[in-house]
């Protein structure tokens, strides 16, 4: 599921190795034809897609 929390970010245009650190999210992401960066994007999140990533971190924790 690691690429699942991570989703909300990259559909936004963030830049998954900016945030993330990862050269893999960043591979997966950049295959994606709707997934375009934004440099200008500043990581937020709204209040739906905020509690979405919690929601699934916390269950990444209880599996």
Known sequence: ??????????VWGKSAVYVFKSDELESYFSEKNWYFPDPYYDGSLNNIE????KLIEDLEELY
Do not use: G, Q, R
Not at 1 to 10: G, I, K, R, V, W
């Open 1 to 10: 599921m690691l690429f699942l929390p991570n989703a909300p970010y990259t």
């Open 50 to 53: 905020a509690y979405n990533v």
